[in-house]
């Protein structure tokens, strides 16, 4: 039972993890790149060994919540008063709203990874191999 115990863990503060998500970087060290590709993630920290997504689905919820929001404010600005008055605003409209979307998704997927990173850390898993010690051992070594 006591392989299953947690090892206590410093927390880092939440918005450093956040910014190097952000960043597109390793949450835990700020140092490995989280992408391979635009949006295909590696597996592991390049620096620290970070294994980044125990599962691939824990990741989704924050994406899909943070999809949402440029197109709150597409809502926003529709529903209080921007009316196209012609065909030339209205596809303006559209890429004004598309554009920032497609842009950032890089960022706002490795801000999903920090936060799933936080979780895992505030709310642990003793399943979960970050937590367990001989993991723990071996990375320090590194």
């Known amino acids: ?13 939440i918005g450093l993890v956040l910014r190097r998500g952000l960043r ?15 949006i295909e993630v590696h597996e592991r920290c390049s620096a620290c060994g970070l294994l980044y997504q125990t599962d691939h689905g824990d990741t989704w919820g924050f994406v899909l919540i943070m999809d949402r929001v440029p197109l709150f404010i597409g809502i926003v600005l529709v529903y209080f008063g921007f009316r196209s008055t012609s065909m030339t605003l209205g596809i303006g409209f559209l890429v004004g709203l598309l554009v920032p979307l497609i842009a950032t998704t890089p960022n706002r997927e490795g801000l999903a990874i920090a936060m799933v990173y936080l979780w895992r850390i505030y709310l642990p898993d003793p399943s979960d191999p970050i937590h367990q010690r ?9």
């Open 1 to 13: 039972m006591a392989a299953l115990t947690p090892e206590p863990r410093p927390k880092i503060p």
């Open 24 to 38: 597109r970087r390793c949450p835990r060290c700020g140092e490995g790149p989280l992408f391979r590709r635009w």
């Open 134 to 142: 001989e993991y723990v051992i071996e990375k320090r070594g590194n």
